[in-house]
């Protein structure tokens, strides 16, 4: 039988009893007297109560006692010695086995309900996917199951249609919500060659795209089952919950048997308030809610976490969050867009591009890539090149429009004259630490491009954002110190480790982690072992899939100022956790004295129904704090410098 099932017939069958106790004083009396609640709580003990019974007698055939334990003896307590009340003609007490039964069911209803409700937000995560698709096959689309959707099937998403699953866009474009999967609240431009990510929902447009990952594969499949991982995982500082249970219980029965002692022995209390004052103890020490102190609020947290794109992988990683002293960066794709782009025309900017770009059509150069790039935005019409051949060392020559045209390198200078303005801004674009492609037509340069890898526009931001948090930023990259330290200063970094070989990464993690807890944040497969090694590990959202694996936070919009939102989001789950485990024990720190009759001779006693009333009420502030998690403002830190 449910928790659910077993609350409600052990409250039907207390009711009566309830109200047998709040208008006795008024000289109602419940038929049947004490036969009446003897037969309630039987019912009660063998419907309800049964399985608390049977746990505690597991644990006790194991040597070891947990929160059930305290509950069976409680009510047995409670119920033996009504009988033996009954028996010999004495007050029977039967309502206290009964409430406190139904108590502490209620404050596991409220458990249940909790995990049933994060239950349900992952299934309804897992429910946003489409169910059917538009295939190609052959010269027209025809609908088919998700399931039979393969790798490489070119598929039509139209207006207001689900994206299937996980693809790139090779013809048409549109405007997509991610909000379902990324947390990002603005609908997103999509144009060809762009991902489109499966459960979104598709705008105004109509393309066509090939899958890439279908399945299990997916990006929202993925998070589902990051989420679930989350969910079911434990924070560090439950086993210190775990091991204070196991003393836990001892002591209080060991309390428990203190207090009917002195109470009877020594105070000269009757057989039956002795035994209420240590039932009392028992049930009132139960901290049932310790069991709920972390799951609930992981709960909380990672599905909150999902919502805005931050998926955190365990408790593990929130708890070692906490004590963070320096986030690194990988440079190539997590600081910078992750490909040259011309950031600097000198010279007529159409003339010299469509040049550059007649020339460049035959490379498959990155640098021009990114020359073409630029071209293509501002749409420019770049004639054909003739001739065309590689200047060894040097660049590369062609003729455009009757007229010899070169693209390439400063070692074209010596070939070319230079005006000393045009010098000048050579050395200043170098220092900047960017590339610079000279294009000379005929018998002089007639422009300079500089191409560089950017820094994300959210960079800067981003990193403000931790060094207002009171972090140290390192920037960790393979590329020259030049560059590194030019990129470094355009976006704040603290410190550049620069010139590092891919499998020397991890060693430079382990040696900052001399000084405290390192966080680094990467998205390339040689960034693997750094997000291995550092305290946590944090893969950028577009990053390889070793890299994701191998990070405990996984930024799902590829935004660096998420990185920031996720400690913020971490420390604050982390912080619920502590919450909580104070409220788990609060009700029973303050209420063991009195429930133990210290308080008796000013009238404030604890009734075992009470006792068990207050259990119940300590379970819900638990759950009540954990679900107020949803609501806590996740805010970066302002900052006060530029």
Known sequence: MSITKRFWVSLILSLPMLANMLLMPFGWMLPGGAWTQLVLTTLIMLISARPFWQSAWAS??????????????????AYVY????????????????AFVTTFVLLGQVFEERMRRNSANAVEKLANLQAKEAEVQRGDRFVKVPLADVQLGDVLRVKPGQKVPVDGVIVQGSSTIDESM????SLPVTKQVDDAVIGATQNGTGTFLFRATKIGENTMLAQIVELVKKAQNSHAPIQKLTDKVSDIFVPVVLSLAIATFLIWYVFLGASLANALIFAVSVVVIACPCALGLATPTALMVGTGRGAKMGILIK???????????????????????VGHP??????????????????LEEASEHPLAAAILDRAQALALTVPAATNFHAIEGKGVQATVAGQ????GNHKLVADFALTEAMQRQVVALQDAAKTVVFVGLGDQIIGLIAIQDVPKSTSREAIADLKARGLKTVMLTGDNQRVATAVAQ????????????????????????????VAFVGDGINDAPALTTADVGIAMGSGTDIAIDAG????????????????????????RIKLNLFWAFIYNVLGIPVAAGVFYAIGLTLSPELAGLAMAFSSLSVVTSSVLLNRAKIRTKVRTTA
């Not at 939102?565 to 971490?570: K, Y």
């Open 60 to 77: 006790f055939t194991k040597h070891h006692a947990n929160m059930d334990t305290l509950v069976a003896i409680g009510t047995a307590t």
């Open 82 to 97: 009504s009988l033996y009340a009954m028996l010999t003609g004495q007050a029977v007490f039967f309502e206290s086995a």
């Open 181 to 184: 999967v990324t947390g990002e």
């Open 314 to 336: 365990n408790g593990e990683v929130l708890e070692a969050v906490n004590d963070v002293k320096t986030v690194v960066f990988d440079k190539t794709g997590t600081i910078t």
């Open 341 to 358: 782009q011309v950031t600097d025309v000198i010279g007529d900017e159409a003339r010299v591009l469509t040049l550059a770009a007649s």
């Open 404 to 407: 010899t045209a070169v693209v």
């Open 490 to 517: 355009q976006v704040g970094i603290d410190q550049v480790i620069a010139d590092v070989l891919p499998g020397d990464k991890a060693d430079h993690v382990r040696q900052l982690q001399q000084t405290g807890k």
């Open 552 to 575: 405990g936070i996984v930024l799902v919009k590829n935004d660096l100022r998420d990185v920031d939102r996720a400690l913020a989001l971490s420390r604050k789950t982390f912080n």
